[in-house]
């Protein structure tokens, strides 16, 4: 468990349990910008064909919250844990909640990628699954 001074991050796929309108996918992102922002965590949310894909990073405490209300939410399925360990910088600091709607074949590259993080904090070392979210987000303008 990483101590409390560090920033923990978690990355997970799941399934909606219905498809997302845009009015739907509007109204989750407002209410997870808004828990965010009072907790300090701040992410990403993909969203493509029915499947979710989310990074978001924090403090601990704060991530462990946040991870078991996503676990609980009745909007997804199959939440399958990608990535869940410390990190010496947030990827993400100023986005409470950022959100793209990506061809089907983004999301599945990213899935694919490898997530394991090779025995190091260092940027320079992330996985390669995060190297290639950063990229995808440095493609995109930042969230409004």
Do not use: C, K
Request: glycine residues 4%; aromatic residues 8%; hydrophobic residues 45%.
């Amino acid at each position: 468990m990483p101590s409390p001074s560090m920033l923990q991050a978690i990355v997970y796929t799941s399934v909606s349990v219905q498809p997302m309108t845009d009015f739907m996918l509007e109204t989750l992102l407002l209410e997870a910008r808004r828990l965010n922002l009072e907790s300090g965590v701040t992410g990403a949310l993909i969203y493509s064909a029915g499947t979710f894909m989310q990074y978001f990073e924090g403090e601990p405490l704060a991530m462990a919250e946040t991870y078991a209300r996503i676990r609980g939410s009745r909007q997804h399925t199959r939440v399958t844990e990608m990535l869940n360990e410390p990190i010496a910088a947030r990827a993400f600091p100023d986005w409470q909640m950022a959100l793209a709607q990506p061809a089907r074949s983004e999301p599945l590259a990213l899935a694919t990628a490898d997530w394991v993080l090779r025995n190091s904090l260092s940027v320079a070392h992330a996985p390669v699954g995060l190297a290639m979210l950063r990229s995808f987000w440095r493609r995109r303008p930042p969230p409004d």
